[in-house]
């Protein structure tokens, strides 16, 4: 793990390189999607969640337990779509104007502006995990889209930034992850890894066109799963 934390500062330079060339290729600037809805969501997540995002939730509430959702790489504007308890969102840059920090400040929702691929980021989310008495998220979701440029095809980064997420949910909590920085072989692959360890798990492979449907993986975590996910293949 200390090698990862080693290499992250070259591997934050190649994956810059790595998006802008791939944006340049597109003739795209930025990011195609801030605040997306809920439903662009669901819409990237239709292949591997059982019902829907927003139904999962519904069921949590109805049987008494806490909807606690961290957002990765978003602005958190999703997070004002859902009937939650609390969230949080990671960004590289908190847009938000004053009107909307208040709102989200009485709907229980905090962003912070961090970097997924450094230490201090993940030790933040942690942090206020331990300031909500909770032990962990209830769903979490990553779904950058052409965010996604930034993470470098690396398997030990992209194990890195997996596991870390899958530490930080609750028993009972679900994980969805878009993967565009997998070849399908490989998250295929991991997949049946997955299963084979005892973890429910589900993925979606690219499809041919459309920015929402860039593959997608789906992890469940029970009472009697692994506390670290397997390695990748």
């Known amino acids: 793990m200390s090698e990862i934390y080693r290499d ?4 934050r330079r190649i994956a810059q390189e790595q998006g802008e060339r791939e ?6 600037t930025g990011w195609d999607y801030y605040n997306s809805s809920i439903q662009s969501y669901e819409d990237s997540f239709r292949d591997v969640v059982p019902t829907s995002i927003q139904d999962s939730i519904k069921h949590r509430k109805a049987q008494g337990l806490p909807n606690i959702v961290l957002d990765l ?13 609390s969230g949080f969102a990671v960004t590289l840059g908190d847009r938000r104007s004053d009107t909307i ?12 502006e961090a970097d997924i691929l450094t230490k201090r980021c993940w030790k933040e989310i942690r942090e206020w995990l331990d300031e909500k ?24 980064l992209a194990y890195f930034l ?6 930080l949910l609750d028993t009972g ?6 993967t565009r920085y997998f070849e399908d072989n490989v998250i295929g692959e991991y997949t049946q890894i997955l299963v084979s360890n005892g973890i429910d798990s589900k993925m979606s492979p690219r499809a041919e066109s459309g920015e929402l449907h860039q593959g997608a ?10 506390d670290i996910l397997p390695k990748l293949p």
């Open 23 to 28: 944006r340049n290729s597109r003739q795209r």
């Open 101 to 112: 920090k208040k709102a989200d400040e009485r709907k229980g929702i905090d962003v912070i």
């Open 162 to 167: 997996l596991n870390q997420a899958w530490m």
């Open 173 to 178: 909590g679900m994980f969805l992850t878009e």
């Open 217 to 226: 993986l789906r992890l469940l975590k029970s009472s009697t799963s692994p």
């Open 8 to 11: 992250l500062r070259e591997a």
């Open 73 to 85: 790489m978003s602005p958190g504007g999703t997070l004002r779509d859902l009937d939650i308890d």
């Open 133 to 156: 008495h909770v032990k962990g998220f209830s769903l979490i979701l990553c779904r950058p889209l052409m965010g996604a440029t930034i993470i470098p095809k690396d398997l030990d």
